[in-house]
């Protein structure tokens, strides 16, 4: 029996309620390490001291870190509440081959989180502090250096999917090979305005951290379908041959 409209929202509703409540749940998990994980985030940063400008702000800076904890825990399983909404409208072979990538959808976010904390957000700040001067001195507000930090760490992560979602469309068949090969330049050019869209900064060197990696993956997930298309293909004549 087909779905009704309706039915999708309340499906909808439910995956989005379910989402919701685990991220809730691993906040409050999420909160007990916050202080700490907050004073990491701080050292890593070409920062000596972070300000806050009201009474309340070091408690909301701590509770921020808590929810950014809670959704980096709870991914995998936002990841699979995703999946198991759009799952039941995908062929027999689209759900195979879509949940069999849902575990390298979460190694590349932890890869694009790591790259953001360790590469991105240190080279990008020291970029951007370098243009203070004698009597030009930053005064960094814990809640705007959080919003910028979150913004590319999650930014980063979400952007590292892109290469696994090229490869799950020329896997299905959707798009084929030869035509990301010829709207390579244009594939280049989305990546760079979805890069300058999701990180916050707009300068050129933080384009160029976050940009090369996901081309170089671009890359790497077209070369990957193409191995994978040979070895379905050699499979497919060991077979045929076999049979004959």
């Given at each position: 029996m087909k779905a009704s409209f309706l039915d999708h929202l309340e499906e909808l509703r439910k995956r989005i309620i379910y989402s919701g409540v685990c991220v809730g749940i691993t906040s409050i998990f999420g909160?007990?390490?916050?202080?700490k994980c907050l004073d990491l985030i701080i050292n890593k940063m070409y920062i000596k001291t972070?300000?806050?400008?009201?009474?309340?702000?070091a408690f909301t800076a701590q509770v921020k870190v808590a929810i950014f904890l809670g959704i980096f825990i709870a991914f995998p399983f936002i990841l699979?509440?995703?999946?198991?909404?759009?799952?039941?409208?995908?062929?027999?072979k689209e759900r195979k081959v879509s949940f069999s990538y849902l575990g390298s959808g979460i190694i590349l976010f932890?890869?694009?989180?790591?790259?953001?904390?360790f590469i991105l957000i240190p080279y990008g700040l020291k970029f951007?502090?370098?243009?203070?001067?004698?009597?030009l001195q930053p005064i960094m507000n814990i809640s705007r250096i959080l919003s910028f930090i979150f913004w590319c760490l999650l930014g980063s992560g979400f952007l590292f999917q892109l290469p696994l979602i090229v490869f799950f469309l020329i896997k299905l068949g959707i798009v084929s090979i030869e035509t990301m090969t010829r709207h390579r330049p244009e594939?280049?050019?989305?990546?760079?305005?979805?890069?300058a869209i999701i990180t916050?900064?707009?300068?050129?060197?933080?384009?160029?951290?976050?940009?090369?990696?996901?081309?170089?993956?671009?890359?790497?997930?077209?070369?990957?379908?193409?191995?994978?298309?040979?070895?379905?293909?050699?499979?497919?004549?060991?077979?045929?041959?076999?049979?004959?």
């Open positions: 909160f007990l390490f916050s202080k972070v300000y806050f400008f009201s009474p309340m702000e699979y509440q995703t999946w198991a909404f759009i799952g039941p409208g995908l062929t027999m932890i890869i694009g989180i790591l790259f953001g904390y951007l502090l370098s243009f203070s001067t004698e009597y594939a280049i050019i989305i990546i760079l305005v979805l890069c916050p900064s707009s300068d050129f060197l933080t384009l160029l951290l976050i940009s090369i990696p996901l081309i170089l993956l671009f890359e790497l997930s077209i070369l990957a379908a193409r191995l994978s298309m040979r070895t379905k293909k050699n499979k497919d004549s060991q077979r045929n041959s076999s049979i004959i």
